[in-house]
T-cell receptor, first 113, second 115 residues
Framework: EPEVTQTPSHQVTQMGQEVILRCVPI?????FYWYRQILGQKVEFLVS????????KSEIFDDQFSVERPDGSNFTLKIRSTKLEDSAMYFC???????????FGPGTRLTVL | AQSVTQPDIHITVSEGASLELRCNYS??????LFWYVQSPGQGLQLLLK??????LVQGIKGFEAEFKRSQSSFNLRKPSVHWSDAAEYFC?????????????FGKGTKLSVKP
C-alpha cells in the first residue's frame, strides 16, 4: 500500500542552523501539507501546497519557513534559522484530490539545542 | 472560532471493555470529520472519516463513530478493546475539499488498556 515517507526520522541541530525536512508524498497525490506537534500538544497546521504554490499558511509559518517541491516526488520544509521553540515532531501529509482525506507520514522529530 | 475539543486527556479501560472517546467541534461550514490514531513513535493513521450520509460510520480495527449534528459531536467507540489499541487518538475537522483543506486537531486522548 502506498504511503508517505519522511526523512530523517530524527534531526538534532544547533539553534540558528538551517534544517531541511524531506517528505515523499504518495505518487498520484496533488495536495501536500506540513503539520507540527510540539511534545504533549496538539497537531497544528503549518502550510498547504497545491499546483506548485502555497495555498494556505498558518501564523506559525513565518519568514523562517519555506516549502518546495523541487522535483516530481519530494516535498521539503526548510527552517532557515532554527529556534529552541521549533523543537517538535513535523508531519508531512498528502491527499489525492477532491476529498480532504489526508495521509500522514511517520514524522521527523526535530530537536533544537 | 474553529476548534476541536477532546475533553478526556487520558482514559484507562480494561481489555475487553467497551470504549467511547468524546469529540466536540466548532466549525463554520459543513465539517469533514476524522479520527486518527497515533501509536508511540509512529505517525497518524486514519481510523475513519465522515462527511455525509449515515451518521454511524465504521472504520478500521473495529472502531466506529457517530456524528450528532445537534450536539456538534463525533464520538469514537469500540465494543471490546484490545491491548493493542493503547495509543493516542486525535479527532480532527476540516473542509470537504478545496485547495487548502487544513485540518484542525483536538489535543488528543491517550488510551491505556489494563490487562
Amino acid at each position: 500500500e502506498p504511503e508517505v515517507t519522511q526523512t530523517p526520522s530524527h534531526q538534532v541541530t544547533q539553534m540558528g542552523q538551517e534544517v531541511i525536512l524531506r517528505c515523499v508524498p504518495i505518487s498520484n497525490h496533488l495536495y501536500f501539507y506540513w503539520y507540527r506537534q510540539i511534545l504533549g500538544q496538539k497537531v497544528e497546521f503549518l502550510v498547504s501546497f497545491y499546483n506548485n504554490e502555497i495555498s494556505e499558511k498558518s501564523e506559525i509559518f513565518d519568514d523562517q519557513f519555506s516549502v518546495e517541491r523541487p522535483d516530481g516526488s519530494n516535498f521539503t520544509l526548510k527552517i532557515r534559522s532554527t529556534k529552541l521553540e521549533d523543537s517538535a515532531m513535523y508531519f508531512c501529509a498528502s491527499r489525492k484530490g477532491v476529498t480532504n482525506e489526508q495521509f500522514f507520514g511517520p514524522g521527523t522529530r526535530l530537536t533544537v539545542l | 472560532a474553529q476548534s476541536v475539543t477532546q475533553p478526556d486527556i487520558h482514559i484507562t479501560v480494561s481489555e475487553g471493555a467497551s470504549l467511547e472517546l468524546r469529540c466536540n467541534y466548532s466549525y463554520g461550514a459543513t465539517p469533514y470529520l476524522f479520527w486518527y490514531v497515533q501509536s508511540p513513535g509512529q505517525g497518524l493513521q486514519l481510523l475513519l472519516k465522515y462527511f455525509s450520509g449515515d451518521t454511524l460510520v465504521q472504520g478500521i480495527k473495529g472502531f466506529e463513530a457517530e456524528f450528532k449534528r445537534s450536539q456538534s459531536s463525533f464520538n469514537l467507540r469500540k465494543p471490546s478493546v484490545h491491548w493493542s489499541d493503547a495509543a493516542e487518538y486525535f479527532c480532527a475537522v476540516g473542509p470537504f475539499g478545496g485547495s487548502q483543506g487544513n485540518l484542525i486537531f483536538g489535543k488528543g486522548t491517550k488510551l491505556s488498556v489494563k490487562p
